[in-house]
């Protein structure tokens, strides 16, 4: 969403937000410290594509502990993002999902030669990246950004299908009920500044068409149900078509 806005608007100003610390700095790293980055994919990809398919599962679970030992550091930071990347394309299907205590636990995907460094891609990204204040931390930083002339596109967590489904989440604390409800809010906020909103989510009716819980919440915006594929859910009938939110304020 972001690239292609970029790529279509001249925009004055640019902001993007996650609680995700590796996340950011990973797109810090691709925009600041991109040779150095570009180094360590490249011979992370030649490791990978020359190895067997029991030495490429060794090498993988070597990484993903070395990543998550970074992680807790919060040191290495060329290092982490090159790992985040590295995971990223050989998981399984490049999900991003972390256990109660913060760690990365995808099992490793069955890519045959994936690509780990594609160097034009990082090179177009970075380039973008530099209109960009890149800020790591809860999406309400963004309050004093916003004003009646800003643009804002809210992906947060996906609102589970299920009350069973338990995908723990991008981040250690989750993202409940109570936290889709406070964002709800902050969108009617600065929403009422003028700016121009729009915020992506889960529909519940995909599994209980008596569940209003986002039409109740975003009753005074515009609720539009689009048509996705989505490969990954807990849920068995999340996957496949099912029907997403995309929520304007205008
Ligand atoms: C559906 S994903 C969107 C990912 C992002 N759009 C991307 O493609 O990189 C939801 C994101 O919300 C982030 N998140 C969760 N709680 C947050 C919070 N309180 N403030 C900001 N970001 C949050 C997660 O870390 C996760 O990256």
Known sequence: ???????????????????????????????????????????????YWQADTDNRKVYYYDRRERFNALKLTESGDVELAALFVFLNRTCFNGLYRVNSKGGFNV?????????????????????????????????????????????????????????????????QDGFGDDDQVELAQFIDEVSDKGAAIVVSNSDPKNTNESDDFFDELYCKHVISRISANRMINSAGNGRGKVNELLIATF
């Open 1 to 47: 969403m972001l690239f292609d806005v970029l790529n279509r608007y001249d925009l004055k100003e640019v902001y993007i937000n996650d609680i995700n610390s590796e996340l950011i700095t990973t797109y810090k790293t691709i925009r600041d410290e991109l040779e150095s980055l570009t180094s360590l994919l490249s011979q992370m990809q030649a490791d």
């Open 107 to 171: 099992p490793m995907g069955s890519y045959k030669k994936p690509t780990i460094c594609d160097i034009e891609n990082l090179r177009a990204v970075s380039a973008q990246l530099k209109r960009a204040e890149i800020v790591c931390g809860d999406y309400k930083q963004s309050r004093d950004f916003i004003d009646m002339f800003t643009f804002a596109y809210f992906d947060p967590p996906y609102r589970p299908l299920s009350d069973t489904a338990n995908f723990t989440s991008y981040a």
